[in-house]
């Protein structure tokens, strides 16, 4: 049995598995709030599993081994520094639901700024679902051939199809519940891999410890950034924010919490894949070089361990499209689990699409973070009342122009005050966080001036 016949069975056979296993969702509840057959909510440990495997996506970690590869321990920290905003989210979202007595984040937005806001939000949190599909089911792709081969395109349609299939049996009650497997999973590959790298260089865990420059140009450049965006990001990925809202506030925040080192550490861990291919001087994707060098047995653990968190980013993607759609934006009235499966099926092939351009996969989480920063005034002073409807889209607008602009290219030069490889990418971000908070309050202070007057 070749290797390539070993990865379609196990693709075929995780999916199958977690569609045995996924419960049916009978009611809105378990559909949409994951919500058990008696009706109570996710604990810790299932509340944290869920949120890090979420995010741990098979396009994370293969961005982390990348990064690894380019700037070696650097890199790996620098995008392990997103992991933070589970702790800016967790904070957040706990304060709104205790003092504010909002019950999603949408409820908050139509309460404080309006119809027009929740629209232009879901946008972007749509952008950032549809984002999410073809960034993960690329890199499941990666392993079974070249991109525009038929293997390639082949295991990435059943791939998807049976992500869906469960999900669409359990809503994000079965998303939760895969969660949780996928998270053990993940570790123990994840031990499995660094067991077969670590004695393979001579220096042994210093190699890696030591590996690259803390440099702007080498690396920390992308840290910044990433640091940057956790006071804005997190809040138009609905995959983490749906989460806040289902358990009770003390239980959530503690998973948001704990979810923050894990899912640090993880990245951090998995970079390592990245820094062995630098020492050995290997090129390319460096998940899948890696593995081609290891043999035949580290090749399968390897495609596994994209399996397991493509697949957790993916059904929790669905899970949170269906929600968007039916309950936050009202397609439904009232919500239906019927509705919520019709909005996933369509999802997924809308998500599916855009594999056929090859985009890159890093510009899924760089380009996306910088059109959202105007959501960090908007988040972090949200007990600012007097903010209104200008506010938010002031705020909102400049962010998404200037992520447009970063994305087609069009940053002028001048604007661009580091060097180095995302030099571009840093200074764009500080400019446009600047302009944010800035014409957040220039509403309020106007209207202040104004009344001043009279």
Known sequence: MTVLNWQWLLVALSG????????????????????????????????????VISWIFAKSITN????????????????????????????????????????????????????????????????RLYNEVWSNTMVIGSYFGAAGSANYYGSILLFTGLTLAYTLKGGLRSSMLTDVIQMVLFGLLLFVVLGLILPKTGGGISTYLHSGEWTMATGLNLAVVAFIQIFSYPFHDSVMTDRGFISDPKVTLRSFLWAAPIGFVCIVLFSFVGIYAQAVGLEGQAPVEVSKVLGVGAMLVMNFIMITSAGSTLDSAFSSAAKLVVKDLGASRPPTV?????????????????????PEILSATTVSGTMVLGLAPVFLLWRWQAAGAWSFHLAVGVGVVLGLLLALGLVPASWVFFSGKYGDLLSVNIIGTVLCFVLFAIPLIIKKSFNAKE
């Open 16 to 51: 199958l598995i977690f569609l045995l296993l996924s419960p049916v969702a009978r009611n809105t509840q378990a559909f949409f709030s994951a919500a058990s057959a008696r009706g109570s909510q996710p604990g810790v440990f299932m509340l944290t599993s869920s949120l």
């Open 338 to 358: 019927l509705r919520g499966r019709i909005v996933m099926a369509l999802f997924a092939v809308a998500g599916t699409l855009p594999i056929f351009a090859n």
């Open 64 to 127: 982390a081994a990348n990064l690894g590869l380019s700037f070696g321990l650097v890199g790996g920290v620098a995008y392990a520094v997103y992991y933070l905003s589970f702790i800016v989210a967790g904070i957040v979202i706990h304060q709104m639901r205790i003092r504010g007595g909002f019950t999603s984040i949408h409820h908050f937005l139509a309460t404080r700024f309006g119809h027009g806001a929740v629209v232009v939000f879901s946008l972007l949190v749509g952008f």
